[in-house]
């Protein structure tokens, strides 16, 4: 800066030359660590995703399995309260046969 007031133009191209030099080392290693963080987080959100299937995967099974005993119970219910009423109704006409 004392260089640019003091109007030393070769002392400033200098100086704006080893600016540069330092800017562009610091900005290839800074343009590396974020090509590493980019890798990464793609690695990241690939192995996310293939765990995000698997639970996927359990939690449809899971439900299905709980659909299919629940239907299964409400079947079993149904049959338990249906069988009876339709052999009481079976007795009863027996009974009510005779008598006409």
Not at 10 to 26: C, I, P
Not at 70 to 89: C, E, K, M, Q, Y
């Amino acid at each position: 800066m004392r260089a640019l007031r003091g109007n030393d133009l070769t002392t400033a191209r200098a100086a704006h030359s080893r600016l540069t030099d330092a800017y562009l080392a610091h900005r290839a290693i800074v343009d590396r660590l974020v090509e590493r963080a980019n890798k990464q987080n793609s690695n990241l959100e690939t192995m996310v995703t293939d765990g995000d299937r698997s639970i996927l995967y359990v939690v449809r099974s899971v439900s299905a399995i709980v659909f299919l005993f629940g239907t299964a119970g409400v079947f079993s219910l149904a049959d338990g309260v249906v069988r009876p009423i339709h052999h009481r109704n079976h007795e009863v006409d027996c009974i009510e046969r005779p008598f006409g």
